[in-house]
């Protein structure tokens, strides 16, 4: 499974990947992708809606079921991926990439280390 | 809602589904695979080629005695009398007000011994029901722990056969011997697409269900999971028992009125029926798709008439065949018939849907 070192985890299965000026995209990652499987939509939040840390902000659905996706951080989405609404299987094609979720603008940085690192997010989901 | 292992039943094929990388979950109380690669694979498997499930969790009920039919015939909904010897019918077990018990497939095996076929969480209730209400002289064998079985379903099954030999006409039953195992096969399943069921002794299920394998390896046959099994029966409009069926509701109020005798002059459940019938239903069960893009509907979802709740989805998924979401529901009567429009609110946000004609899916031929 895909890890990318770059990357910080929560533990329920969402990347955030900090840009420049404290915004940050968050998407979930390949393990979380490949338990879900046939990503059929994806329910995204609004521009400009404040959210804390863990808190439920997008949907995530397959065939089988809804999935709620939580924020890694707390802050203000500034961007949701539009693309998503027409090809919502990005999400499992390319988790890193294309089928990022949404991004938001850190409220706190310090929050960020309340998150995992690639080694111990490998580690979490029994992944050498 | 998932069970832990330790509380689940395994089928003798729990080894096949694990060496097979299957994702297990609970379903009625049993350990099942969900999917092996994923729902929408093997769901277009089953539709382009054929697919193979495990449905050793079903029961399987045997009922013999002088005057067998005539007792089942006052127990169950549909009409016995028209089967001949080696021909089965979808059929249903109410309770006294009508309500479904279970829906079933019940055989004509012998003149008078019945096999029936019977939703794997139900099993003890419906063997306590008909043991309740059985004469002397008449047995109800439960042999649901002696018996392995498995569905194989899609457009290539009969073809696959054919190395055995013919399979039976449609919800007909007989036995043949495959990989040197007695097994019975019946064309019938819960896809909408071609295929057959076979019921085999436990101890035999690996042996048999290798063989298929290697029988529909030319074929593209795929193992396919519960997963795809809900998606396509809902594509054809099979209800689901405990979600689109239960003691609540009844099977004029399904849609299944073409499986109910009310010529029969008595069957557990028939006074409410024809009471029904006679004041006309105040719900049906509706086959909804919702509009292109829509969020999955999934059951509970509540169905709307502009701002009149007029219904609640009792199953739903995203068609992997229409590429929308599907549901079935119970609607008020005058918002039902095919062609109307309404809405399914997920999240509390209101997606347009239409009723339509079932099945959903149909095949080609």
């Given at each position: 499974?895909?890890?990318?070192?770059?990357?910080?985890?929560?533990?329920?299965?969402?990347?955030?990947?900090?840009?420049?000026?404290?915004?940050?995209?968050?998407?979930?990652?390949?393990?979380?992708?490949?338990?879900?499987?046939?990503?059929?939509?994806?329910?995204?939040?609004?521009?400009g809606t404040k959210v804390?840390?863990?808190?439920?902000?997008?949907?995530?659905?397959?065939?089988?079921?809804?999935?709620?996706?939580?924020?890694?951080?707390?802050?203000?989405?500034?961007?949701?991926?539009?693309?998503?609404?027409?090809?919502?299987?990005?999400?499992?094609?390319?988790?890193?990439?294309?089928?990022?979720?949404?991004?938001?603008?850190?409220?706190?940085?310090?929050?960020?280390?309340?998150?995992?690192?690639?080694?111990?997010?490998?580690?979490?989901?029994?992944?050498? | 809602?998932?069970?832990?292992?330790?509380?689940?039943?395994?089928?003798?094929?729990?080894?096949?589904?694990?060496?097979?990388?299957?994702?297990?979950?609970?379903?009625?109380?049993?350990?099942?695979?969900?999917?092996?690669?994923?729902?929408?694979?093997?769901?277009?498997?089953?539709?382009?080629?054929?697919?193979?499930?495990?449905?050793?969790?079903?029961?399987?009920?045997?009922?013999?005695?002088?005057?067998?039919?005539?007792?089942?015939?006052?127990?169950?909904?549909?009409?016995?009398?028209?089967?001949?010897?080696?021909?089965?019918?979808?059929?249903?077990?109410?309770?006294?007000?009508?309500?479904?018990?279970?829906?079933?497939?019940?055989?004509?095996?012998?003149?008078?011994?019945?096999?029936?076929?019977?939703?794997?969480?139900?099993?003890?209730?419906?063997?306590?029901?008909?043991?309740?209400?059985?004469?002397?002289?008449?047995?109800?064998?439960?042999?649901?722990?002696?018996?392995?079985?498995?569905?194989?379903?899609?457009?290539?099954?009969?073809?696959?056969?054919?190395?055995?030999?013919?399979?039976?006409?449609?919800?007909?039953?007989?036995?043949?011997?495959?990989?040197?195992?007695?097994?019975?096969?019946?064309?019938?399943?819960?896809?909408?697409?071609?295929?057959?069921?076979?019921?085999?002794?436990?101890?035999?299920?690996?042996?048999?269900?290798?063989?298929?394998?290697?029988?529909?390896?030319?074929?593209?046959?795929?193992?396919?999971?519960?997963?795809?099994?809900?998606?396509?029966?809902?594509?054809?409009?099979?209800?689901?028992?405990?979600?689109?069926?239960?003691?609540?509701?009844?099977?004029?109020?399904?849609?299944?009125?073409?499986?109910?005798?009310?010529?029969?002059?008595?069957?557990?459940?028939?006074?409410?029926?024809?009471?029904?019938?006679?004041?006309?239903?105040?719900?049906?069960?509706?086959?909804?798709?919702?509009?292109?893009?829509?969020?999955?509907?999934r059951a509970h979802y509540?169905?709307?008439?502009?701002?009149?709740?007029?219904?609640?989805?009792?199953?739903?998924?995203?068609?992997?065949?229409?590429?929308?979401?599907?549901?079935?529901?119970?609607?008020?009567?005058?918002?039902?018939?095919?062609?109307?429009?309404?809405?399914?609110?997920?999240?509390?946000?209101?997606?347009?849907?239409t009723v339509e004609k079932?099945?959903?899916?149909?095949?080609?031929?």
């Amino acid at each position: 499974m895909l890890v990318p070192e770059d990357l910080k985890y929560a533990e329920t299965h969402e990347w955030l990947r900090v840009d420049t000026d404290n915004v940050g995209t968050v998407g979930i990652t390949e393990h979380a992708q490949a338990e879900l499987t046939d990503i059929v939509y994806v329910e995204l939040p609004q521009v400009g809606t404040k959210v804390t840390a863990k808190q439920a902000t997008a949907v995530v659905e397959s065939v089988k079921a809804a999935s709620d996706i939580y924020s890694p951080v707390s802050g203000e989405i500034t961007e949701a991926n539009a693309e998503l609404e027409s090809n919502p299987a990005l999400v499992n094609t390319e988790p890193y990439g294309k089928g990022w979720l949404f991004k938001i603008r850190l409220q706190d940085k310090g929050e960020l280390s309340n998150l995992k690192d690639a080694a111990a997010y490998r580690a979490q989901i029994g992944d050498e | 809602m998932e069970a832990t292992s330790s509380d689940l039943q395994r089928t003798p094929l729990y080894a096949e589904h694990l060496s097979l990388r299957a994702k297990m979950i609970g379903f009625s109380g049993w350990e099942m695979p969900i999917y092996y690669t994923s729902i929408v694979t093997e769901h277009r498997a089953v539709r382009e080629r054929a697919g193979i499930f495990d449905i050793s969790h079903m029961g399987e009920v045997e009922v013999s005695g002088p005057s067998a039919q005539e007792w089942l015939n006052s127990m169950l909904t549909n009409n016995l009398a028209r089967l001949e010897i080696g021909e089965g019918q979808y059929t249903l077990m109410l309770n006294e007000r009508g309500g479904v018990i279970d829906d079933l497939i019940i055989y004509r095996r012998f003149e008078e011994t019945y096999l029936l076929v019977i939703n794997a969480a139900k099993i003890a209730e419906d063997v306590a029901w008909l043991q309740d209400h059985c004469p002397e002289g008449i047995t109800v064998a439960d042999q649901s722990r002696l018996f392995a079985a498995v569905a194989v379903q899609g457009p290539k099954a009969s073809e696959l056969f054919k190395a055995i030999a013919e399979l039976p006409p449609r919800n007909h039953i007989a036995k043949f011997t495959i990989g040197g195992v007695p097994s019975l096969v019946a064309r019938t399943g819960y896809t909408g697409e071609d295929g057959f069921e076979s019921f085999f002794p436990a101890e035999t299920a690996t042996a048999v269900w290798s063989t298929f394998l290697e029988l529909g390896e030319s074929f593209g046959l795929s193992p396919c999971g519960l997963g795809a099994r809900d998606t396509l029966r809902m594509e054809a409009c099979y209800p689901l028992n405990g979600s689109d069926l239960n003691a609540q509701t009844t099977p004029l109020e399904a849609g299944l009125a073409a499986f109910v005798d009310l010529k029969k002059t008595d069957f557990v459940g028939r006074d409410v029926l024809v009471q029904q019938q006679a004041n006309g239903l105040t719900r049906r069960l509706a086959a909804l798709k919702l509009a292109p893009k829509s969020a999955p509907p999934r059951a509970h979802y509540p169905i709307y008439f502009g701002t009149k709740q007029v219904g609640e989805l009792t199953s739903g998924t995203q068609s992997p065949s229409l590429g929308t979401g599907i549901g079935l529901g119970y609607v008020e009567i005058e918002f039902s018939k095919p062609g109307q429009a309404l809405t399914v609110d997920v999240r509390g946000r209101k997606f347009p849907a239409t009723v339509e004609k079932k099945p959903l899916y149909k095949r080609a031929c």
